[in-house]
């Protein structure tokens, strides 16, 4: 993936160009190995739609989910804040940060459930994934869903933006919270994405360079996430 991000792409200037970054690394992971093996196992576990429209959704989502999870491959961290529920801040936090600032945890912008949610939401949003918001499991946890076709019609899945309430090994589609319990789940739009927002040069390798990673099995990428998150203090 690195190979192909550093030939075929500029390094991008502006968050727009960033998420047409990832819409591009999302067409490549469609033919990773890992990745397809990824999505037979979540269509059969939740009798999803089996075609090339709902793999490409899949692969979209699944670069959003990894960038902008808490312990992800972006560096974002959560915890309590008690800001509103956008994603605002999260990329205030971002767009402020330069090489020297990182800390030795990797950390780069910190939010809570329903900031990472949104984040995520937003980003899955501009990338073309149209069927995607936020759910409350709990009235003070929140969390992303992804609504794709199914076998017998749309299925809620899951996007765990953070760990909380989660064991550890639980990823993208978990079972563990049922989105049905929530009457609708309301797109999310972009009105929080600053698209025209200038990256500086660090930031923009920072993020582009841990594209690389999303192609790797969701088992490894959990385990990788798991670590950065203890080592940064998280759940």
């Known amino acids: 993936m690195l190979l192909f991000w550093s030939t075929a792409l500029a390094a991008p200037a502006t968050v727009g160009e960033l998420v047409a ?24 576990r939740l009798a999803l739609a089996d075609t090339p429209d709902a793999l490409r959704e899949y692969a979209r989502v699944r ?9 992800g491959l972006w560096g974002l961290k959560w915890a309590i804040t008690d800001r509103e529920p956008t994603a605002r801040f999260l990329w205030s936090g971002l767009l402020g940060w330069r090489g020297p600032d990182l800390t030795a ?34 009235s003070n946890h929140t969390v992303a869903v992804w609504t794709a076709a199914g076998a017998a019609g749309p299925v809620r899945v899951v996007v765990p933006t953070s760990q909380v309430f989660l064991e550890p090994g639980e990823t993208l ?14 797109r999310y739009g972009t009105r929080d994405l600053p698209l025209g927002a200038a990256l500086s040069p660090e930031l923009a ?5 841990s594209l690389g990673d999303t192609a790797l099995p ?18």
């Open 21 to 44: 970054e990832m819409v591009a690394v999302a067409a490549a992971d469609e033919l990773a190995p890992a990745v397809r093996a990824d999505w037979h196992r979540l269509t059969a």
């Open 63 to 71: 670069v959003a989910f990894e960038a902008t999870r808490d312990g």
């Open 105 to 138: 945890s990797g950390v780069t912008a910190i939010g809570e459930c329903d900031e990472l949610s949104a984040m995520f939401a937003s980003l899955a949003r501009a990338m073309g994934v149209k069927e995607v918001g936020l759910f409350w499991p709990t």
């Open 173 to 186: 589609g978990t079972q563990a919270f049922d989105a049905r319990t929530q009457r609708t789940i309301y």
């Open 205 to 209: 390798d920072r993020l582009t360079r």
């Open 218 to 235: 969701a088992e490894e990428l959990q385990r990788r996430r798991n670590a950065r998150s203890e080592a940064a203090g998280g759940s």
